[in-house]
């Protein structure tokens, strides 16, 4: 990447970073603190955690498709300046209502689609993919840096503190926005990065892509409600105060890492990920299990949350690359975006389910819930085909010119192409490649670029 494209890089993931752990900072301190709050309950609870994942997931596709007409700045400046207020309004909360408010209106502020599509205006396609992993790998330090954050804000400043704090990411998000990413010259929607209106049904008819997106739904769901029971174990079973469950957190999230990237080596390299991914569910329904039967037990309950989350780190790098593997190439974006709105509705699911599972049948009662949805995931995802292992291309045809038809079944009979899509008005051609039997030297030829 060049220096332009590191910029992209480096501030978008930033501005995505500061939001989602604004967002994520109060799951580990939320549930020990809220029924302090007037008219709070355990439903209700779970509700102002999971409601943002509501809005979030019904305003995404919106704003995504917005950014395509009015600009991808002036969508994510609107959508973090609407975070910031909610964040004021929690801030200032002294109900349960109130912070149901705020946390609804952070959710409002969905820019994640427009960012993805901010980025992909900015660099060249031959270095999207690589964006957009940096962007993604910026969320998984997001939510590690927030469990450990979360509770240490918390014991400095209480509950609103931390929404003071989310508040203040909002605005250097906003100032990066303005100030530090540079302006698109050209916008328009990308098929590889970005929603387009004509492909969502489309996507929506895809059972494989149906089954992928129920499984991000659970698994977001299993890991919001367990958050309304684990820091209450922690506190009343192990006895530790919640500003050292860091001490837990840190060491949990660090060991699941290191054992989740041999399965992760194990399911790109080896191509074992529609196996890995069968295992990984399997994990997910043992560390359930073992968190509903013996949470008492402070070994026995950390080694159910490690489990869990070397489950969950497994899921959470891969299910995206299956997505991909499974999409057509020109639909890429749409399904990526149809996959993320469904992971925000499994937040939401998860807070509200769970509040009113933990309300009536307390921790073990949620978590034998949890391990039956992860068991229902089982059965929905073992049908999923072996996918191929085919690497997304992008080319710009700046030179080609004449018959578009011909153009394809020439590309199309290069060794290692097995799929292409030529937008003629966008002068580009996504391809699907085997880049181990790919004859570069006769692509090049024939695009006229440096494929």
């Known amino acids: 990447m060049n220096s332009l494209e590191w910029r992209v890089a480096l501030s978008l993931s930033s501005v995505y970073a500061v939001r989602m752990l604004g967002l994520f900072m109060i799951l580990p301190v939320f549930s020990l603190y809220a029924q302090k709050l007037p008219g ?55 109900s349960i209502w109130l912070i149901i408010l705020g946390r609804t209106l952070q959710g409002m502020g969905a820019i ?45 400043a209480g509950l609103s503190g931390i929404f003071w704090f989310t508040l203040a990411l909002s605005l250097i998000g906003i100032a990066l926005i303005a100030f530090v990413v540079p302006a698109p010259v050209q916008v328009r929607a990308h098929r590889d990065a970005g929603i387009l209106r004509g492909q969502v049904w489309k996507v929506l008819k895809n059972p494989t892509l149906l089954r992928m997106d129920a499984g991000v739904f659970v698994l977001h769901l299993i890991m919001t409600a367990n958050f309304l029971a684990i820091p209450r174990l922690l506190r009343e079973e192990v006895q530790l105060a919640p500003v050292e469950h860091w001490k837990i957190y840190l060491p949990v999230f660090v060991a699941s890492f290191v054992c989740a990237v041999p399965m992760i080596i194990m399911a790109e390299k080896h191509r074992r990920i529609r196996q890995m991914l069968l295992i990984s569910i399997v994990l997910l329904i043992g560390a359930e299990a073992l968190l509903a039967t013996t949470y008492p037990h402070i070994v026995l309950l950390v080694t159910g949350v490690l489990v869990f989350f070397i489950g969950f780190n497994f899921l959470e790098a891969v299910q995206p690359s299956l997505v991909a593997k499974y999409a ?14 469904a992971q925000f509705l499994g937040i939401f699911t998860g807070g509200a389910l ?32 072996q996918p191929k292992f085919y690497t997304s291309q992008i080319i710009r045809l700046e030179n080609s010119v004449g018959d578009w038809h011909e153009l394809q079944e020439n590309l199309s009979r290069i060794a290692g192409v097995h799929e292409v899509v030529i937008v003629a008005q966008e002068r580009l051609a996504y391809l699907k490649v085997d880049k181990s039997r790919l004859d570069t030297d006769a692509l090049r030829a024939i695009s006229g670029t440096s494929a």
């Open 354 to 385: 769970g509040g009113l599972v933990y309300q009536h049948w307390g921790s073990s009662g949620l978590f034998s819930v949890n391990a039956v949805m992860a068991v229902l995931w089982l059965l929905l995802a073992w049908p999923l085909p």
């Open 112 to 156: 994640a689609a427009a960012t993805m599509a901010l980025a992909a205006d900015l660099v060249r396609e031959e270095v999207r993919a690589r964006i957009m992993a940096f962007i993604g790998m910026s969320i998984g330090i997001s939510f590690m840096v927030a469990m450990i954050l979360g509770p240490l804000v918390n014991a400095w």
């Open 40 to 94: 709070a309950t355990e439903v209700l609870t779970g509700l102002a955690i999971g409601i943002y994942g509501f809005t979030q997931a019904l305003f995404q596709i919106p704003l995504g498709l917005a950014s395509d007409r009015i600009g991808r700045k002036p969508v994510i400046i609107g959508g973090l300046l609407i975070f910031a207020f909610g964040s004021l309004v929690a801030a200032l909360a002294d």
């Open 328 to 341: 057509a190439i020109d639909s890429k974006g749409t399904a990526m975006g149809v996959y993320n709105s």
